[in-house]
């Protein structure tokens, strides 16, 4: 099916494109609001600030799609493969990302808010500047991701694979990391406090300056850490004004 096609076919009121071979093809803004795209083939399409909002691209190949400031809000893209995806800026907000394959896709200044990712494979993800605010990111691969001065506010990382991520200057304030594994990770001047850090890896972690203050460090690895001028506990007021 050819670029004319499916513009036709969506603008005649047809939605179901299931399992369609698009693969390649130019939707640059294309309006495909609530399609059914479920295991179409749109690996290396141009689907750049298209309307996907509520679509159905669960299973669906975008692998080396172009998704630059797509809208794929409460999109259905439970385990379609991404990887090496272009969506910078794309807005992914409530969308369902179980299982989904983010492998080396391009993730920068993404609006992923309160997004599902659990389970998904976001190893040498590009996350720099996401925002990621209350996002469930539980037992997700993020393995050597890039996460610098992303927004993690409240996230859920419970288990998740953090190996030799970049989270320098992130904001992680009161997210749960529980049981996962930062070996080697890059926290400079990231901010966890009042994080929980119960039984978590942090050998080999670069914590220079970050914040620490008020963090659950319960059974936390810290061996070989560098924690120069990390803050590790909340200041104490002297002299409170009565």
């Known amino acids: 099916m050819d670029t004319n096609e499916i513009r036709s076919r969506y603008a005649a009121g047809e939605r179901v494109f299931r399992e369609t071979d698009l693969s390649g093809v130019n939707l640059r803004g294309a309006n495909l609001r609530e399609a059914d795209l479920s295991g179409a083939n749109l690996s290396g399409a141009d689907l750049s600030e298209a309307d996907l909002r509520e679509a159905d691209l669960s299973g669906a190949n975008l692998s080396s799609a172009d998704l630059i400031l797509a809208n794929l809000s409460d999109a259905n893209l439970s385990e379609a493969d991404l990887s090496e995806a272009n969506l910078i800026g794309a807005k992914l907000g409530v969308a369902k990302l179980v299982r989904v394959n983010l492998v080396g896709a391009n993730l920068s200044g993404a609006e992923l808010s309160g997004v599902n990712l659990?389970?998904?494979?976001?190893s040498g993800a590009n996350l720099i500047g996401s925002i990621l605010i209350k996002a469930?990111?539980?037992?997700?691969?993020?393995?050597?991701?890039?996460?610098?001065?992303?927004?993690?506010?409240?996230?859920?990382?419970?288990?998740?694979?953090?190996?030799?991520?970049?989270?320098?200057?992130?904001?992680?304030?009161?997210?749960?990391?529980?049981?996962?594994?930062?070996?080697?990770?890059?926290l400079y001047r990231s901010n966890l406090a009042h994080v929980k850090l119960k039984e978590?890896?942090?050998?080999?972690?670069?914590?220079?300056?970050?914040?620490?203050?008020?963090?659950?460090?319960?059974?936390?690895?810290?061996?070989?850490?560098?924690?120069?001028?990390?803050?590790?506990?909340?200041?104490?007021?002297?002299?409170?004004?009565?």
Do not use: F, H, Y
Request: proline share 2%; no cysteine; hydrophobic share 45%.
């Open 118 to 122: 659990g389970e998904a494979s976001l």
């Open 136 to 186: 469930n990111l539980r037992e997700a691969n993020l393995g050597g991701a890039n996460l610098s001065i992303a927004n993690l506010i409240g996230t859920n990382l419970i288990g998740a694979n953090l190996i030799g991520a970049d989270l320098s200057g992130a904001n992680l304030i009161e997210a749960d990391l529980s049981g996962a594994n930062l070996n080697g990770s890059k």
């Open 200 to 242: 978590v890896d942090l050998g080999n972690a670069n914590l220079k300056d970050a914040n620490l203050a008020g963090a659950e460090l319960t059974n936390t690895n810290l061996d070989n850490a560098n924690l120069e001028g990390t803050i590790l506990s909340l200041p104490k007021v002297l002299n409170p004004v009565q």
